[in-house]
């Protein structure tokens, strides 16, 4: 089955720097394009960021470009998140997400605090 799972989480200070990580499978990963979505408390769920099968078009909601960056290998069916900058308002769930067919799949979300 399909399965995402995100890591990498974490606190960190705002202007730091985090990592994320989501391990695929179920799938084949190389085919599809993935997604970074993010959910900050008592908000609606909102995009972030996409990269498309090969890794040679990403695109990036206005509120993180030039400090984040998708990139994906696929020979390790994962896509990364780095983040740069971090910014309070950076605070959220974080979830991997992709689009098989008709149905969109989710990750379980990893939480990331951006808080001196």
């Known amino acids: 089955q399909v399965q995402l799972v995100e890591s990498g989480g974490g606190l960190v200070q705002p202007g730091g720097s985090l990592r994320l990580s989501c391990a695929a499978s179920?799938?084949?990963?190389?085919?599809?394009?993935m997604m970074w979505n993010r959910q900050a408390p008592g908000k609606e769920r909102e995009w972030v960021t996409s990269?498309?099968?090969?890794?040679?078009?990403?695109t990036y909601a206005d509120s993180v470009k030039g400090r984040f960056t998708i990139s994906r290998d696929n020979a390790k069916n994962t896509v990364y998140l780095q983040m740069t900058s971090l910014k309070p308002e950076d605070t959220a769930v974080y979830y991997c997400?992709?689009?098989?067919?008709?149905?969109?799949?989710w990750g379980q979300g990893t939480q990331v605090n951006v808080s001196s």
């Open positions: 997400n992709a689009f098989l067919g008709p149905r969109r799949y």
């Open positions: 179920g799938f084949t990963f190389s085919s599809y394009t």
């Open positions: 990269i498309t099968s090969t890794g040679g078009s990403t």
